[in-house]
T-cell receptor, first 114, second 117 residues
Framework: SQQGEEDPQALSIQEGENATMNCSYK?????LQWYRQNSGRGLVHLIL?????REKHSGRLRVTLDTSKKSSSLLITASRAADTASYFCATDGGSGGSNYKLTFGKGTLLTVNP | SAVISQKPSRDICQRGTSLTIQCQVD?????MFWYRQQPGQSLTLIATANQGSEATYESGFVIDKFPISRPNLTFSTLTVSNMSPEDSSIYLC??????????????FGPGTRLTVL
């Protein structure tokens, strides 16, 4: 079964607004990574946050991690039409598991309307 | 980050046939992974392609259906055998790449979109 669950499953916003997507997982982790996928193509790596980190920034992206709640959020500020894509979280490791095998959430489809 | 290419980018195949997907990385990597993404779904790990030894398959995936080769540290192939329409998916390879912080960020190839008729 999937480790992660994203919510919402779909999100539609206007250009310039902020978009927040959430991810929950079930077991302990080493790292959590966020990816973007455009139109069913390959995944673009956005950001990795370690289990001992609480927040990380990269450009217009802000990721938080709450290991006590087993959840993470991805915030995209000042969204653009080009941000329209599916966003996935993926976890690895934990409980003696591999640092490399990723377990993916179901994804959030973000639509940014111009 | 590693540059990863896949061939073919897409294909339409008849049921009962097989398709071999290639994954090429621009640097030597110890581990390569193969994932499947069924329509409208998330990604599921098929197997780990190990150089010099047999691939390690995840639950629900078997070597007879998804044979994998890993002849060197920059290349791997995944074959989808005796295909059925249920095999219609995007198949992606990935490699972990050490970041500047020493973390293993995983990067993905562009994917192969397979449609089985």
């Amino acid at each position: 079964s999937q480790q992660g669950e994203e919510d919402p499953q779909a999100l539609s916003i206007q250009e310039g607004e902020n978009a927040t997507m959430n991810c929950s997982y079930k077991t302990s982790i080493n790292n959590l990574q966020w990816y973007r996928q455009n139109s069913g193509r390959g995944l673009v790596h956005l950001i990795l946050i370690r289990s001992n980190e609480r927040e990380k920034h990269s450009g217009r992206l802000r990721v938080t991690l709450d290991t006590s709640k087993k959840s993470s959020s991805l915030l995209i500020t000042a969204s653009r039409a080009a941000d329209t894509a599916s966003y996935f979280c993926a976890t690895d490791g934990g409980s003696g598991g591999s640092n490399y095998k990723l377990t993916f959430g179901k994804g959030t489809l973000l639509t940014v309307n111009p | 980050s590693a540059v990863i290419s896949q061939k073919p980018s897409r294909d339409i195949c008849q049921r009962g046939t097989s398709l071999t997907i290639q994954c090429q990385v621009d640097s030597q990597v110890t581990m390569m992974f193969w994932y499947r993404q069924q329509p409208g779904q998330s990604l599921t790990l098929i197997a780990t392609a190990n150089q010099g030894s047999e691939a390690t398959y995840e639950s629900g995936f078997v070597i007879d259906k998804f044979p994998i080769s890993r002849p060197n540290l920059t290349f791997s192939t995944l074959t989808v055998s005796n295909m059925s329409p249920e095999d219609s998916s995007i198949y992606l390879c990935s490699v972990p790449t050490p970041s500047r912080e020493g973390l293993n960020e995983q990067f993905f190839g562009p994917g192969t979109r397979l449609t089985v008729l």
